[in-house]
């Protein structure tokens, strides 16, 4: 079975700063990883995704993750926050075995706040 | 615009009361999902249908049904709601080849119910 951890419900980053939000996976297979994004009173869109062709992933709005095989991790990183940065963070994995057809299974997620 | 959508946006049920949501993708995708979305919880598998004419439980099936009407159409029902359904639910599809596992989940906006 997998699984996903997001450490800490809540991150509170000033606006310019670093943005880290951590995400750890649980997988007996090699797995694919994603960040999705939700916005107040929108659904969930993707980030990026980790499907092994790269160990640094590069997504949209300067986003960027790495994956670490050996910590079992999927770090969601931006160098300079924005306000408009501020929104729920989800980290989700899949792995490749059944095709998939099950879906994702994701993290309870962190909210990101960005201070003035 | 090519996506996901649901209906109703919004809705106020009484215990016992029940409706269906349905959602519905102009993207030829083979795969379609409800999760339910609750504070601190992050997304849960309601439901998923893996192709046209199956459906299979995920993590929370309890207290509902549903059905994949077509390759576009995938509703869920609440056949006597409580109010431990209360909740925003989402449905999501995504295309089935290759890789799976790597394939986006592609979400609507969401439906938000209320059982009182």
């Known amino acids: 079975a997998q699984s996903v951890t997001q450490l800490g419900s809540h991150v509170s980053v000033s606006e310019g700063a670093l943005v880290l939000l951590r995400c750890n996976y649980s997988?007996?297979?090699?797995?694919?990883l994603f960040w999705y994004v939700q916005y107040p009173n929108q659904g969930l869109q993707l980030l990026l995704k980790?499907?092994?062709?790269?160990?640094l992933v590069k997504g949209i709005n300067g986003f960027e993750a790495e994956f670490k095989k050996s910590e079992t991790s999927f770090h969601l990183t931006k160098p300079s926050a924005h306000m408009s940065d501020a929104a729920e963070y989800f980290c989700?994995?899949?792995?490749?075995?059944?095709?998939?057809?099950?879906?994702?299974?994701f993290g309870k997620g962190t909210h990101l706040i960005i201070q003035p | 615009n090519a996506g996901v959508t649901q209906t109703p946006k919004f809705q106020v049920l009484k215990t016992g009361q029940s409706m269906t949501l349905q959602c519905a993708q102009d993207m030829n995708h083979n795969s379609m999902y409800w999760y339910r979305q609750d504070p601190g919880m992050g997304l849960r598998l309601i439901y998923y249908s893996a192709s046209e004419g199956t459906t299979d439980k995920g993590e929370v099936p309890n207290g509902y049904n549903v059905s994949r009407l077509n390759k576009r159409e995938f509703s869920l029902r609440l056949e006597s709601a409580a109010p431990s359904q209360t909740s925003v639910y989402f449905c999501a599809s995504r295309r089935l080849g290759g890789p799976s596992g790597a394939n986006v989940l592609t979400f609507g906006a969401g439906s938000r119910l209320t059982v009182l």
């Open positions: 989700a994995v899949s792995d490749e075995a059944g095709g998939g057809a099950d879906g994702l299974t």
């Open positions: 980790y499907t092994s062709a790269a160990t």
């Open positions: 997988s007996s297979v090699p797995p694919y």
